[in-house]
């Protein structure tokens, strides 16, 4: 049985997650928890928990909607420039045939579908080749990383940037012919265009 209070923190943490991320709470905003408490119909426990959660994945920073600087996104993309990269060599190794079809249809959607559908079919493409290194650490780095990720995400997405899918099909075409050292440098280089792209936007 599910207690009432794995119930309220979920549904706080859910409703405060895609209020900021739907920019409802714009970058910036002070959390105020008696307020968001009343407002979601929750005790204040939950909603700090989830406010300590939110923060963990970078959404929050003392209790204010994140509004990060150029030094905070470079930071953020290093790391995942690096995991990714790697990720990118692995998935030329090891991605199975099943798994390449799926990156290929993430490329068909990112040309043809809507932007919710392009959002999906983009956190795919990188989902699936960062599983494709095995390694259950590097997996849960970037994971507890997906929220702050999900906002640059919708960035680019939404403001349209220029060769996004194109990038990821020659991501696609490396990891299909098994060049380890080309999918590696073509992810490096598509991550610190979606940076550049974000930074170009902050300012």
């Given at each position: 049985m599910i207690k009432k209070s794995s119930v309220a923190f979920m549904k706080a943490y859910e409703?405060?997650?895609d209020q900021i991320l739907n920019g409802e709470l714009p970058r910036g905003t002070k959390l105020i928890e008696e307020k968001l408490a009343e407002e979601i119909g929750v005790s204040r426990t939950p909603v700090r928990e989830s406010i300590r959660k939110?923060?963990?994945?970078?959404?929050?920073?003392?209790?204010?909607?994140?509004?990060p600087t150029e030094t905070d996104l470079r930071n953020l993309f290093q790391v995942r420039i690096l995991l990714e990269g790697f990720a990118a060599r692995s998935a030329a190794q090891f991605l199975g045939e099943e798994e390449l079809v799926e990156l290929r249809s993430c490329v068909d959607i990112?040309?043809?579908?809507?932007?919710?559908?392009?959002?999906?079919?983009?956190?795919?493409?990188?989902?699936?080749?960062v599983q494709a290194t095995h390694n259950p650490f590097m997996i849960d780095t970037i994971a507890r990383m997906q929220s702050i990720?999900?906002?640059?995400?919708?960035?680019?997405?939404?403001?349209?940037?220029?060769?996004?899918?194109?990038?990821?099909?020659?991501?696609?075409?490396?990891?299909?012919?098994?060049?380890?050292?080309?999918?590696?440098?073509?992810?490096?280089?598509?991550?610190?265009?979606?940076?550049?792209f974000c930074i170009h936007l902050l300012k």
């Open positions: 409703m405060i997650r939110l923060e963990q994945e970078g959404l929050i920073q003392q209790k204010r909607v994140v509004n990112g040309r043809h579908g809507s932007p919710e559908e392009i959002m999906t079919a983009n956190a795919r493409f990188h989902d699936i080749i990720i999900y906002l640059f995400r919708k960035t680019v997405v939404y403001h349209k940037r220029p060769f996004l899918i194109d990038e990821h099909e020659q991501i696609c075409e490396a990891i299909s012919s098994h060049d380890g050292d080309l999918a590696e440098r073509l992810m490096k280089e598509h991550l610190q265009s979606d940076l550049e």
